[in-house]
């Protein structure tokens, strides 16, 4: 039962993250910026294995690094329509 509570969080989570993802580049559309920030993505890399901890950075920086990728291509895809 906990674990679908959680699932249900996190899912929620991810589309809010997606359509957060979706306004970011239609801002850097029309702003004409790139959708690449390897500094912005060397950041975050950071703060999630701060925030993840000693014991679960390796898995939870794998997770990130999925979410990632998925954002860029989530943006891509917006900034060529």
Do not use: C
Request: hydrophobic share 40%.
């Amino acid at each position: 039962m906990e674990i679908e509570k959680l699932d249900s969080k996190i899912v929620d989570l991810l589309v809010r993250r997606i359509y957060v993802t979706n306004e970011m580049a239609e801002a850097k559309k029309k702003q004409n910026l790139p959708v690449y920030d390897q500094l912005r993505e060397d950041l975050l890399r950071r703060r999630v294995r701060q925030l993840a901890g000693a014991e679960y950075e390796e898995i939870v920086s794998a997770v990130y690094e999925t979410i990632i990728q998925e954002s860029k291509k989530q943006q891509m895809q917006r900034f060529f329509e």
